[in-house]
C-alpha cells in the first residue's frame, strides 16, 4: 500500500450528503480489471449527461480541480454498496484523502487499505470548510496525519483522530495481511480450541 | 456469594467467543465461520495470487454466482458482455482451484447468496458470517452477526480466516404491536430508516426487538435484516428463537441428530438478557406503520403511499432545498404530487431484500387474477433455483404469467443491473429491491422501492398504489 503521511492540495467541495458508492462508481463499471484506470469511471453518471458530455454544472468538471487531491463532502459519504472500486475510482482520480462528517462505515475501511485518507471533522467545520472552498475556488488544504490535524484556508488546525492501527499502516504504507499473517500461530491456537469446544 | 455475570447483548454474545486476540489500540482479530462468495469476488482472488498466497479454510467458504448471470436462461454463454461473463467464469474457475464448494448455473441450489446461504443452512445462529457484499446483514436474521466487507478484506479473510474489527456500538430497534393488514417486513424497514436516517445507524450493529419482530417468518426478519446497511448499519440481528429453529431443522447444512441438539442448546441460550445495555434505543409502533414507498435518491426518502412529494420550498436550509430540487429534477416528479399519482412503466419483484417464497406469494395474491396494466412491463426474479421451483411447484409461476409478468430465472437482476437487466433512462420503476440510488437500476433510471404486494399493486393499476385498496380476489 501507498503511505500516507502528510499532503498539501487543491481541495474540492462537493457539498452533498448520503453520496452513495454507486454514484461514486455505478456498477456498470464492476466488472473491469484493477489495472484499468478508475479514475475515467469517477462520479461517471452524475459527470456526465445522457449524450457523455461532461455536465458544466458538476464541480468536478471545473478546470480549477483537475489537480485537486482532497474531496470535502458532506455527511454519510460512501454510504451503499461495498464495492471497493469507489476507493480505486478517487485514488486513480487523483484523490487521497476525503474531509466528511461522516463516512460509511464499509467504504471508510476499504479507503484505509488502498492509502485514501478518510477524515471525519466535526459537521460545523465541515461546513465552514466547504463555504470557505465554494468562496475560493482552488483553495488549498493540508492534512498531516501523523500530527492529525487538518489546516484550514485560514490556517486554523481542526484536529481528527485516525484508529491508532489503520494510522500506523498507513505511515508505513503496510499491508494488513502481511501483518496479520504473522499472527499465524494465533489464528491456529484458536482454531485447536474451538475444535476441542 | 459469586457475582452475577453483566447482564449481556446476543451482539456481545456472539463476539467474544470469536475475539482470537486484541491489540492494545482497540482493534479485534476476528474469527470468520462462514465466508459467503458471489461473482464480484474477482479482485479478490488477483489479490492473493499477487502475493502468492492461498485460501486457508476452503472448507468454511461457500461460492455462487448472483450478480453476472443471466435471468432469461442458464447459459453463461447468454452473457453478451465479455468482462462481465469473465466474472461469472472467474468465480467458478477461482472457487474450483481453491476447493470452494461452487453452485453453478447447472445447480438448482444456485442464486442470489443471501437466499442461499440460509435456505442451505450455512447461515446458522451465532455464527461471524461476511461476504464481499453490503447486503451480508440478511443473515443477521437467523441470529448471526453478518456483514459486507470490501475486496481487501475478502482478500483477507481468504488467507487469513480473519477480520480486524473494532468493535462497533449497538442500537436497538424495538416494533411495539402488531403490524396492521396490508403491512409487511418491508414497511417496517422503510420506516425504520426514515425515522433513523441513511447513516443512522454507522458504526452500530441494529438489533431488531419487539412483538412486531418476534410475530415475524424468517423471510420477514431477513428483509428488515437485509437493509440495515441502508440506515448505515453494517449488521443486523433477530435474536433466534422457535421460529429460527423450526426454520433451520432439517436444511442441507444444518446440524443434525445429537450434533442439532447440542447447537439447539447453545443457540437458546444466545438472545440478549434482560437488564443488557444497548447504546442507543429507537422505538416504533407497529400501529403507525403503513405502506411504505420511496420517492426519492435515499432509502430515508421514504413515505406511507397515502402521502405527497415533498415541497422543496418547505426544506430547513438552502442546502437541503437544492438537494430536494436535484433528487426532483432526476426522478421526474411535482412538489406536492400524490404519490398515487405516479404512473410506472416497469415493476421489479426480486432481489435478497423481496426474492423468497413468501415474497412470491404475496405479490402472487395481488397478480391473482388480474392483468398487468397496459404499458408496464413487470418481472419476477425468484431468489434462487429452489425458491423458483418451490415457487412453480405452488402454482404462482401459472399466476404471474396469467397477469402477464414475466417470470425468470434466479440473480440479482434489475437491483442493480450489473448483468444487463436494467431500467432505461427515464423509466420509472416499482422495485422490491433495497436502493433508489441515482442510477442504481441503469443510468437515468427513477426508482420507488417497496414491498412485494405494492410492487405487485403497481404493476396491475399501472401506478404507484395502495396495496389495502385491492382486496385479495381468491
Same mark, same amino acid.
Given at each position: 500500500?501507498?503511505?500516507?503521511?502528510?499532503?498539501?492540495?487543491?481541495?474540492?467541495?462537493?457539498?452533498?450528503?448520503?453520496?452513495?458508492?454507486?454514484?461514486?462508481?455505478?456498477?456498470?463499471?464492476?466488472?473491469?480489471?484493477?489495472?484499468?484506470?478508475?479514475?475515467?469511471?469517477?462520479?461517471?453518471?452524475?459527470?456526465?449527461?445522457?449524450?457523455?458530455?461532461?455536465?458544466?454544472?458538476?464541480?468536478?468538471?471545473?478546470? #480549477?480541480?483537475?489537480?485537486?487531491?482532497?474531496?470535502?463532502?458532506?455527511?454519510?459519504?460512501?454510504?451503499?454498496?461495498?464495492?471497493?472500486?469507489? #476507493?480505486?475510482?478517487?485514488?486513480?482520480?487523483?484523490?487521497?484523502?476525503?474531509?466528511?462528517?461522516?463516512?460509511?462505515?464499509?467504504?471508510? $475501511?476499504?479507503?484505509?487499505?488502498?492509502?485514501?485518507?478518510?477524515?471525519?471533522?466535526?459537521? $460545523?467545520?465541515?461546513?465552514?470548510?466547504?463555504?470557505?472552498?465554494?468562496?475560493?475556488?482552488?483553495?488549498?488544504?493540508? #492534512?498531516?496525519?501523523?500530527?492529525?490535524?487538518?489546516?484550514?484556508?485560514?490556517?486554523?488546525?481542526?484536529?481528527?483522530?485516525?484508529?491508532?492501527?489503520?494510522?500506523?499502516?498507513?505511515?508505513?504504507?503496510?499491508?494488513?495481511?502481511?501483518?496479520?499473517?504473522?499472527?499465524?500461530?494465533?489464528?491456529?491456537?484458536?482454531?485447536?480450541?474451538?475444535?476441542?469446544? | 456469594?459469586?457475582?452475577?455475570?453483566?447482564?449481556?447483548?446476543?451482539?456481545?454474545?456472539?463476539?467474544?467467543?470469536?475475539?482470537?486476540?486484541?491489540?492494545?489500540?482497540?482493534?479485534?482479530?476476528?474469527?470468520?465461520?462462514?465466508?459467503?462468495?458471489?461473482?464480484?469476488?474477482?479482485?479478490?482472488?488477483?489479490?492473493?495470487?499477487?502475493?502468492?498466497?492461498?485460501?486457508?479454510?476452503?472448507?468454511?467458504?461457500?461460492?455462487?454466482?448472483?450478480?453476472?448471470?443471466?435471468?432469461?436462461?442458464? =447459459?453463461?454463454?447468454?452473457?453478451?458482455?465479455?468482462?462481465?461473463?469473465?466474472?461469472?467464469?472467474?468465480?467458478?474457475?477461482?472457487?474450483?482451484?481453491?476447493?470452494?464448494?461452487?453452485?453453478?448455473?447447472?445447480?438448482?441450489?444456485?442464486?442470489?447468496?443471501?437466499?442461499?446461504?440460509?435456505?442451505?443452512?450455512?447461515?446458522?445462529?451465532?455464527?461471524?458470517?461476511?461476504?464481499?457484499?453490503?447486503?451480508?446483514?440478511?443473515?443477521?436474521?437467523?441470529?448471526?452477526?453478518?456483514?459486507?466487507?470490501?475486496?481487501?478484506?475478502?482478500?483477507?479473510?481468504?488467507?487469513?480466516?480473519?477480520?480486524?474489527?473494532?468493535?462497533? =456500538?449497538?442500537?436497538?430497534?424495538?416494533?411495539?404491536?402488531?403490524?396492521?393488514?396490508?403491512?409487511?417486513?418491508?414497511?417496517?424497514?422503510?420506516?425504520?430508516?426514515?425515522?433513523?436516517?441513511?447513516?443512522?445507524?454507522?458504526?452500530?450493529?441494529?438489533?431488531?426487538?419487539?412483538?412486531?419482530?418476534?410475530?415475524?417468518?424468517?423471510?420477514?426478519?431477513?428483509?428488515?435484516?437485509?437493509?440495515?446497511?441502508?440506515?448505515?448499519?453494517?449488521?443486523?440481528?433477530?435474536?433466534?428463537?422457535?421460529?429460527?429453529?423450526?426454520?433451520?431443522?432439517?436444511?442441507?447444512?444444518?446440524?443434525?441428530?445429537?450434533?442439532?441438539?447440542?447447537?439447539?442448546?447453545?443457540?437458546?441460550?444466545?438472545?440478549?438478557?434482560?437488564?443488557?445495555?444497548?447504546?442507543?434505543?429507537?422505538?416504533?409502533?407497529?400501529?403507525?406503520?403503513?405502506?411504505?414507498?420511496?420517492?426519492?435518491?435515499?432509502?430515508?426518502?421514504?413515505?406511507?403511499?397515502?402521502?405527497?412529494?415533498?415541497?422543496?420550498?418547505?426544506?430547513?436550509?438552502?442546502?437541503?432545498?437544492?438537494?430536494?430540487?436535484?433528487?426532483?429534477?432526476?426522478?421526474?416528479?411535482?412538489?406536492?404530487?400524490?404519490?398515487?399519482?405516479?404512473?410506472?412503466?416497469?415493476?421489479?419483484? *426480486?432481489?435478497?431484500?423481496?426474492?423468497?417464497?413468501?415474497?412470491?406469494?404475496?405479490?402472487?395474491?395481488?397478480?391473482?387474477?388480474?392483468?398487468?396494466?397496459?404499458?408496464?412491463?413487470?418481472?419476477?426474479?425468484?431468489?434462487?433455483?429452489?425458491?423458483?421451483?418451490?415457487?412453480?411447484?405452488?402454482?404462482?409461476?401459472?399466476?404471474?404469467?396469467?397477469?402477464?409478468?414475466?417470470?425468470?430465472?434466479?440473480?440479482?437482476?434489475?437491483?442493480?443491473?450489473?448483468?444487463?437487466?436494467?431500467?432505461?433512462? *427515464?423509466?420509472?420503476?416499482?422495485?422490491?429491491?433495497?436502493?433508489?440510488?441515482?442510477?442504481?437500476?441503469?443510468?437515468?433510471?427513477?426508482?420507488?422501492?417497496?414491498?412485494?404486494?405494492?410492487?405487485?399493486?403497481?404493476?396491475?393499476?399501472? =401506478?404507484?398504489?395502495?396495496?389495502?385498496?385491492?382486496?385479495?380476489?381468491?
Amino acid at each position: 500500500m501507498q503511505a500516507f503521511r502528510q499532503l498539501e492540495a487543491v481541495a474540492a467541495p462537493l457539498a452533498r450528503a448520503n453520496i452513495d458508492t454507486d454514484q461514486i462508481v455505478p456498477a456498470l463499471y464492476l466488472q473491469k480489471p484493477r489495472s484499468d484506470n478508475f479514475g475515467h469511471y469517477l462520479f461517471h453518471d452524475v459527470r456526465h449527461d445522457a449524450r457523455g458530455e461532461r455536465r458544466p454544472d458538476f464541480v468536478l468538471n471545473a478546470a #480549477v480541480y483537475a489537480e485537486a487531491r482532497i474531496l470535502v463532502a458532506g455527511r454519510n459519504f460512501g454510504c451503499g454498496s461495498s464495492r471497493e472500486h469507489a #476507493v480505486w475510482a478517487l485514488h486513480d482520480g487523483g484523490f487521497r484523502a476525503v474531509i466528511a462528517p461522516s463516512f460509511g462505515d464499509i467504504f471508510h $475501511s476499504n479507503a484505509l487499505k488502498n492509502g485514501l485518507l478518510p477524515v471525519r471533522l466535526p459537521e $460545523s467545520v465541515v461546513d465552514d470548510l466547504l463555504a470557505a472552498l465554494l468562496a475560493a475556488p482552488g483553495t488549498r488544504l493540508r #492534512v498531516d496525519l501523523e500530527a492529525q490535524v487538518v489546516t484550514g484556508p485560514q490556517g486554523r488546525a481542526e484536529p481528527f483522530v485516525t484508529d491508532p492501527f489503520a494510522r500506523h499502516c498507513l505511515l508505513e504504507g503496510l499491508d494488513e495481511i502481511d501483518y496479520t499473517l504473522t499472527q499465524e500461530a494465533r489464528i491456529e491456537d484458536f482454531e485447536r480450541h474451538r475444535a476441542i469446544d | 456469594m459469586p457475582l452475577a455475570p453483566a447482564p449481556r447483548t446476543l451482539f456481545d454474545k456472539i463476539w467474544e467467543p470469536h475475539v482470537v486476540m486484541q491489540r492494545d489500540d482497540g482493534q479485534s482479530l476476528l474469527y470468520v465461520d462462514r465466508h459467503l462468495v458471489q461473482d464480484g469476488s474477482a479482485p479478490a482472488f488477483e489479490m492473493l495470487r499477487q502475493r502468492g498466497l492461498g485460501v486457508r479454510r476452503a472448507d468454511l467458504a461457500f461460492a455462487t454466482p448472483d450478480h453476472y448471470v443471466p435471468t432469461g436462461s442458464r =447459459r453463461l454463454a447468454d452473457i453478451a458482455d465479455g468482462e462481465k461473463r469473465a466474472m461469472a467464469q472467474a468465480l467458478q474457475d477461482d472457487s474450483a482451484a481453491a476447493g470452494i464448494r461452487f453452485f453453478g448455473l447447472d445447480d438448482e441450489r444456485q442464486g442470489i447468496v443471501h437466499v442461499v446461504g440460509p435456505e442451505q443452512g450455512l447461515s446458522l445462529p451465532g455464527a461471524v458470517i461476511v461476504c464481499g457484499d453490503s447486503h451480508t446483514a440478511t443473515h443477521g436474521a437467523l441470529g448471526a452477526l453478518a456483514f459486507g466487507i470490501g475486496a481487501s478484506e475478502v482478500a483477507h479473510v481468504l488467507a487469513t480466516q480473519t477480520l480486524w474489527q473494532r468493535k462497533p =456500538r449497538t442500537l436497538r430497534v424495538v416494533i411495539d404491536g402488531r403490524l396492521p393488514a396490508g403491512v409487511s417486513a418491508k414497511d417496517i424497514i422503510l420506516g425504520v430508516i426514515a425515522k433513523v436516517g441513511a447513516g443512522g445507524g454507522t458504526g452500530h450493529v441494529i438489533e431488531y426487538a419487539g412483538e412486531a419482530i418476534r410475530a415475524l417468518s424468517m423471510e420477514g426478519r431477513m428483509t428488515v435484516c437485509n437493509m440495515s446497511i441502508e440506515a448505515g448499519a453494517r449488521a443486523g440481528l433477530v435474536a433466534p428463537d422457535d421460529t429460527t429453529f423450526a426454520w433451520l431443522a432439517g436444511r442441507p447444512h444444518a446440524p443434525r441428530g445429537p450434533t442439532w441438539d447440542a447447537a439447539l442448546a447453545r443457540w437458546r441460550g444466545l438472545p440478549t438478557d434482560d437488564g443488557a445495555v444497548f447504546d442507543h434505543e429507537v422505538r416504533l409502533n407497529a400501529a403507525d406503520i403503513a405502506p411504505m414507498v420511496t420517492w426519492g435518491n435515499s432509502p430515508e426518502d421514504a413515505l406511507p403511499i397515502t402521502g405527497r412529494v415533498p415541497d422543496p420550498a418547505d426544506a430547513p436550509s438552502a442546502e437541503r432545498r437544492d438537494a430536494l430540487q436535484r433528487t426532483l429534477a432526476y426522478m421526474g416528479l411535482q412538489p406536492g404530487q400524490p404519490l398515487t399519482a405516479l404512473s410506472v412503466d416497469r415493476v421489479f419483484i *426480486g432481489s435478497c431484500t423481496n426474492g423468497r417464497i413468501e415474497d412470491l406469494r404475496s405479490a402472487a395474491a395481488v397478480a391473482r387474477g388480474r392483468r398487468v396494466a397496459e404499458g408496464v412491463e413487470a418481472w419476477v426474479v425468484p431468489g434462487s433455483g429452489l425458491v423458483k421451483r418451490q415457487a412453480e411447484t405452488e402454482g404462482l409461476d401459472a399466476v404471474f404469467r396469467a397477469a402477464g409478468f414475466q417470470w425468470r430465472h434466479a440473480g440479482c437482476s434489475m437491483c442493480l443491473g450489473t448483468n444487463g437487466d436494467q431500467v432505461a433512462a *427515464g423509466q420509472r420503476c416499482a422495485s422490491t429491491s433495497n436502493r433508489n440510488f441515482v442510477g442504481r437500476q441503469g443510468p437515468g433510471s427513477r426508482t420507488h422501492l417497496m414491498s412485494p404486494a405494492m410492487a405487485a399493486a403497481a404493476a396491475v393499476t399501472g =401506478r404507484l398504489a395502495d396495496v389495502r385498496d385491492l382486496p385479495s380476489t381468491r
